[in-house]
């Protein structure tokens, strides 16, 4: 079984910056791709940013130019480098990643798993 937890969100002044991570736990191999979601209060869930297998990356409109998603070179932690926070980021960020995990006979297995958020709040 493997584990996404999130960490690094807070409480940040607009204009301010924080970093998500998402950490994968468990026996795995790779986090294979990845995706950070966020939704606020009373809002549906929106995609943030995404990576692939190749690092190719896509983020959402408003978060272009402002927020970076990357990961680790073991491909265990997935981040989020937001800057030039605005009181519209303020969320419950969630990572998703496809996870490939061992199956015992050479041909690993891609996976889906989801943390459980962390709270971003920025203020005026």
């Known amino acids: 079984q493997v584990q996404l937890v999130e960490s690094g969100g807070g409480l940040v002044q607009a204009g301010g910056s924080l970093r998500l991570s998402c950490a994968a736990s468990?026996?795995?191999?790779?986090?294979?791709?990845a995706y950070w979601y966020r939704q606020a209060p009373g809002q549906e869930f929106e995609h943030v940013a995404s990576i692939d297998p190749d690092d190719n990356t896509v983020y959402a409109d408003p978060v272009k130019g402002r927020f970076t998603i990357s990961r680790n070179n073991a491909k265990t932690v997935v981040y989020l480098q937001m800057n030039s926070l605005k009181p519209d980021d303020t969320a419950v960020y969630l990572c998703d990643a496809t996870v490939l995990e061992p199956n015992g006979v050479g041909v690993p297995v891609p996976s889906n798993y989801r943390g459980q958020g962390t709270q971003v709040t920025v203020s005026t």
């Open positions: 468990g026996n795995f191999l790779s986090i294979n791709a």
